[in-house]
């Protein structure tokens, strides 16, 4: 008999990078390394499991916007392209590392091998249907996908006004049933941002949990019995899972984690960088920018410059051994926990999904050992989705959780601070304009009613949480500035002319071409609400 249960929940998510208008956009970039190094190989993980009959059960959150890429033709054509460009170049680096870094001949032969498996689960195995793919593994009932916010936003300062939350909460519930043909189960609060006004529009959604971040669950009031080794359920109804410290920072942490050891791939040294410009320039950005090109041949080493040649079974035995490890750990947790509660404990571990394959290249593998390790070599927990937990312990304890993020200090500072507080005065008025033309054009027709949805998309796209993130990074910073200008701009210009009633087509039609996005929204969304902000 299990004494308890892990839930592991991936969170994968990227903002809505499509640019049409131009042949090679350097962000669209970012969804296609994502694929190609995480989502892709997880899928890989899967299917190897599925195949040894090896029982497995884990979370994930694909975003709206992940969702529109992947089912994007002109993006899925463009990635083809730009897999078929990382194979030309693993055939040139085969033959100029065998002739003249004979050294790093082995990993090159170990990009091939990857990047042709890749290729053949993209257009062989799923014909360009990751979407297909990801739903074959739910309705086997080893995945659970969930939900998220339709652009990701950051729903604590958009609750200001309620019918801009309601907005992105019931058009990301929305795209889900549309790809999915279900109700989702779980909702990812974006950034984990959790404050008590999200709780009613969830409900109106048949929403059964979230994911919140530690301090906000144990924080609750009252105090919630168990800690984070039980859901709690809100005032408005939902039940909040918090998330693990301790299993999270076996992973997460820059000093402890698993992806510092030393003999993992080292992530910032890339030939894109590294080999001379003439060569590389072809598979680099066509305005001469060095970018990575996910070719990398050394490890980790440490702390220094002096790397050395990555060695790919060193850095599988060491991923083997950290699944074992946390395995063992689980085991212990769940031990002494399970002592003082009166039914098996769940450890709710989330992460973002780019974490296994992007930034943490063996993060694939590692997922691939713990779960054929915990299968056959423990009997102490077993692996278990939240919404599996919920129909297993329906009732949980009354508590109201406390305003929280997993952003840096655990509050909202990563959104709103000195890089990017310019923005939320723009997004604010542009919500309440989005508001006002609900209320007064209720049953538009035609051409205006093209232009109200197209408003409430540049909207949408103008609040992703992604752009104050980036400016509080300091990386990408243009273009998140650019990408807020681009929405907001693009919105007023709408708004004033559906005022006006004189609606430039041509121009609107070019908009809906390039910010295609949900294309059965129905701007009556941002109608005025009636009810309660929250309970």
């Known amino acids: 008999m299990h004494k308890g249960y892990v839930s592991l929940i991936l969170h994968a998510h990227l903002p809505y990078v499509r640019h049409p208008e131009y042949e090679n956009f350097l962000e669209e970039k970012w969804f296609y390394e994502a694929l190609t190094e995480s989502y892709i190989p997880l899928i890989n993980v899967f299917e190897s499991l599925e195949r040894d009959k090896v029982d497995f059960r884990i979370s994930m959150t694909l975003t709206?916007?992940?969702?529109?890429?992947?089912?994007?033709?002109?993006?899925?054509?463009?990635?083809?392209?730009?897999?078929?460009?990382?194979?030309?170049?693993?055939?040139?680096?085969?033959?100029?590392?065998?002739?003249?870094?004979?050294?790093?001949y082995p990993v090159a032969r170990m990009y091939e091998s990857r990047f042709k498996e890749v290729y053949h689960t993209y257009v062989d195995r799923y014909h360009f249907d990751i979407i297909g793919a990801f739903r074959k593994f739910m309705d086997a009932g080893k995945l659970e996908v969930i939900t998220c916010a339709a652009t990701h936003g950051f729903l604590p300062f958009i609750a200001l006004h309620p019918e801009a939350l309601r907005a992105q909460i019931k058009i990301g519930v929305d795209t889900y049933r549309r790809f999915f043909d279900r109700n989702p189960v779980g909702f990812w609060l974006p950034e984990?941002?959790?404050?008590?006004?999200?709780?009613?529009?969830?409900?109106?959604?048949?929403?059964?949990?979230?994911?919140?971040?530690?301090?906000?669950?144990?924080?609750?009031?009252?105090?919630?019995?168990?800690?984070?080794?039980?859901?709690?359920?809100?005032?408005?109804?939902?039940?909040?899972?918090?998330?693990d410290v301790e299993s999270s920072k076996q992973v997460w942490s820059a000093s402890e984690g698993y992806p510092g050891d030393y003999d993992y791939r080292e992530y910032y040294r890339d030939i894109g960088y590294d080999l001379d410009f003439e060569y590389i320039r072809p598979y680099i950005h066509p305005d001469g920018i060095r970018i990575n090109t996910g070719i990398k041949y050394y490890k980790i080493t440490g702390k220094g410059d002096y790397k050395e040649p990555y060695d790919r079974k060193a850095a599988l035995e060491k991923a083997a051994i950290h699944a074992g490890n946390f395995m063992f750990n689980r085991e212990h947790q769940i031990r002494y926990v399970s002592g003082g509660m009166e039914r098996p404990p769940i450890v709710v571990c989330p992460y973002d999904a780019e974490l296994f394959g992007h930034w943490w290249f063996e993060g694939p593998d590692w997922l691939n050992y713990l779960f054929r390790k915990a299968a056959y070599d423990q009997q102490v927990?077993?692996?278990?989705?939240?919404?599996?937990?919920?129909?297993?312990?329906?009732?949980?304890?009354?508590?109201?959780?406390?305003?929280?993020?997993?952003?840096?200090?655990?509050?909202?500072?990563?959104?709103?601070?000195?890089?990017?507080?310019?923005?939320?005065?723009?997004?604010?008025?542009?919500?309440?304009?989005?508001i006002e033309l609900a209320e007064m054009f209720p049953d538009a027709r035609g051409l205006k009613k093209d232009a109200l949805n197209q408003a409430s998309r540049e909207l949408l796209l103008a609040q992703s949480s992604d752009w104050a993130f980036i400016m509080n990074s300091g990386t990408m910073v243009d273009y998140a500035v650019n990408r807020i200008k681009l929405h907001i701009n693009r919105f007023t210009r709408l708004y004033e002319e559906i005022k006006k009633g004189s609606i430039d087509e041509s121009w609107l039609r070019g908009l809906e071409s390039r910010d295609n996005i949900f294309p059965d929204i129905d701007y009556r969304v941002y109608r005025p609400v009636t009810r309660p902000l929250y309970p």
């Open 64 to 104: 709206p916007t992940l969702l529109s890429l992947m089912s994007d033709n002109l993006i899925k054509h463009r990635y083809l392209r730009y897999l078929e460009r990382l194979l030309d170049l693993t055939e040139k680096e085969i033959q100029r590392t065998q002739k003249y870094e004979p050294y790093l």
């Open 192 to 243: 984990c941002a959790y404050v008590p006004e999200v709780d009613i529009p969830l409900r109106e959604e048949d929403i059964k949990y979230v994911i919140i971040e530690t301090h906000g669950l144990i924080y609750g009031t009252p105090r919630p019995k168990y800690g984070t080794f039980a859901p709690v359920i809100t005032q408005g109804g939902i039940a909040a899972f918090g998330r």
């Open 381 to 434: 927990f077993r692996f278990i989705t939240p919404g599996e937990y919920l129909e297993m312990y329906p009732e949980n304890q009354l508590s109201n959780p406390s305003p929280s993020s997993w952003g840096n200090k655990g509050y909202f500072e990563v959104w709103l601070n000195q890089t990017n507080d310019w923005i939320y005065r723009h997004l604010h008025k542009a919500a309440e304009r989005m």
